[in-house]
C-alpha cells in the first residue's frame, strides 16, 4: 500500500509572520492523520519552517536545488544545503522552473541527482502544456520527461523518489483535470516505471498537482494510482490544506 502524500508548494509567497501562523495552523492540525504531508517554503524560511515543524511529523521540503554540489554558482542552493538545515524534501523539474527559467530535461535529471546523492528525497514534476495536450502528445511529454530521468539514474535511482503529474493548463489556472484524465496519465506512467522495474512501478507514490481544492481533492484521490496531491494555492490557507489531507488519508481506509 502506497502511504498518501500531500504536499504543499507555497512557490513565492508569504513573510516569516504569514509563514508561521500558516505552520502552526498545519502542525495543529496533523495529529491522527495517516496521510503525510509536507510543506515547501521559500529558501529563505526552511530552516525556521524546521524548526517550527519539529516533533509534529510535518515535513518540510525546498522548491528547487542546485545541480551542482558546490562552487562559483551565485545564487544557488545545494542539496546539501538543504539537509543541513533539516529539509528531507526538494521539488525537482517544477512546470515554472521549466517554462520561465529554463530547466531542460536534462537539468531536471542533474537536479534529481544531486538531490538524491545528497540524501534528499526528490519529486520530480512532469506534465503537459495545453498545446501539447490539444496537439495529443500528453503521453509522449511526459514519458520524455521520466525518460530523461529513468535514463540518467536507473530504475533503482527512482527508488523512494515521488512523481508529480501537474498538467501545465490545469496549475492556477481552477481548470482542474478531471479524476478520469489524471488517472490515465498517472497509469501511464506507472507502466514505464514498472517496465523499468516492477517494484518500482508499484511502490512509487504519484501525486497529482493542479488546481486542487478542499472540494475536488477526495475525487481525484479516489483513483487508483493518485497517491495523493501537490497543492499550490490552496496551501496557504491551512483549513482549507487540511480538508485536502484528509481526504487523501480517506484513500488509506
Ligand atoms: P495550484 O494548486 O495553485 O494550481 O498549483 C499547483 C502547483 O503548481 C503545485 O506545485
New binding site residues.
Partial sequence: MRRPLVAG?W?LNGSRASNRALLEGLTAGLAGLSTEVMACPPYVYLAEAVATAEDSGLLIGAQDVAEQASGAYTGEVSAAMLRDVGCTHV?VG???RRTLFGDTDERVAAKFSAAKAAGLVPVL?VGESLAEREAGTTEAVVARQVAAVLDAVGPQGLDGAIL?Y?PVW????GRTASPEQAQAVHRGIRDQLAAADARIGTETRILY????KGANAAELFAMQDIDGG??????LDAQEFLTICQAAAGRDS
Fill in positions: 508548494n512557490k521539488i517544477h512546470s515554472e514534476c508529480a501537474e490545469a496549475i492556477g489556472t498537482g493542479g488546481s486542487v501537490l497543492i499550490g494555492g490552496a496551501s
